[in-house]
């Protein structure tokens, strides 16, 4: 799937306050290798449905043997295997009896004590990473599972990696741990640095299975279709505290959605849900949704947060317009795509916006591999378009109780006819500042 990086900011996936973002949302990786890597992966979506299904496999399995997860592996003791190898540290003696183990540590304490810590948290990065291949064995597994599991005990079955994982590392002696220093240190060094590249992978999947299992998120079915569709059941934004669910299905011919409604109403969050559970579907994880199908999408771009730009002299507008250019020459190749446009053309008065919306829309109308989601204060122009079936008209419901207004987030059938500005400016008091002056 193609994206860009104005669709990952309209969507959250990153964001600047990062407590605000998709990422973080995921984000239960215990290392710092597994956040990066994880930052990777919601930045790189999948590129085949067999992708999707292993990766869907994968986080099944995790979830599965979570509760058992080995906790002797973590942050610090990945942080001491790196430092181990950056310090400066008297030469071991290569075979040492006991008599020469006693003179290096005589002479060497800090040296000495440096790598009996760090030996310890060897043997405990061992121990857990074998734990972790043997917990990765049980059900069926995936490829990208198989792959972890065959290459973790491929290589702690190397020279003394076997008699590391037998030993008792409070129970050492000096002997030993300077020979298992002088193997660490001058025969595993690239073997450790790839044992910790696993394992950072794997701790950036269990982040997302154990959001997928924490939100009991569901997995959707992708499937590779000539024409794009989308079929939700109590689909619903992931970072909302108390998130109102929806409905949604859109194929080739109901395949561009109209939506309309007043300021704060849902249509923005509607939109964004959409396409964060679309999104998700391509990373391989669970959706918040009741249920879902889907067809493997080419590309997902979104026109929600347009900015002017002061330094270039771009005004608002002129930045809507090249975005839907750039759109139209993007989703013109007759990939799937799905496009998500919230209250286009904002930036020019009502009449040139009415006019530009309604030749903009009969024309992506026409677009036979493209979904669309457009939300607008347009109201106007909804019934001219419902002469063509492909079209479909859905609205957010506000009503006003005791002068105050009232939204139930539900998704109707139809076009808003609600006129609320005024009522807010009053609400607000901004009409009683202004009957003042």
Known sequence: MQIDKTTLADLSIFHPEEDLSVFHFINQTQTVGGRDYLHELLSTPLQSVAAICDTQQTLRQLMHVSDRWPISITNGTIMVLAKFYESQINSYPIQPDAMRAFIYKFFNSPDYSLTRYSIQHCIDFFKGMWQVAVLLEEGTQSNQVRTWTERIQHLLKQNLAPNMLDQDKLNMSTKQVLHYAHFIRSHFKNQIYELIDIY?????????????????????EVAESDQPYINATG?????????????VALERNKSFLFLTGANMAGKSTFIKAVGVSVYLAHLGMGVPA???????????????????????????????VQRIRKTIEKISDGRNWLILIDELFKGTNVQDAMKCSTTVIEGL?????????????????????????NIQFRYFETSVANDQLVFNYQLKEGISNDRLGYLILRREGVVGLLEEL
């Open 365 to 389: 109308r026409k677009m036979k591999n493209t979904l669309f989601i457009l939300s607008t204060h347009l109201y106007e122009i909804g019934e001219g378009l419902k002469q063509y079936p």
């Open 290 to 320: 009741t249920s879902m199908q889907l067809s493997m999408f080419d590309g997902l771009l979104s026109n929600i947060n347009v900015v002017d730009n002061i330094i270039k002299g771009e005004s608002y507008f002129f930045n809507e």
């Open 235 to 247: 689909l619903y934004h992931p970072l909302l505290l108390t998130p109102v669910a929806y409905d």
């Open 200 to 220: 950072s992978r794997i701790d950036a999947y269990l982040a997302m299975a154990l959001t997928c299992k924490k939100h009991q998120l569901e997995f959707p």
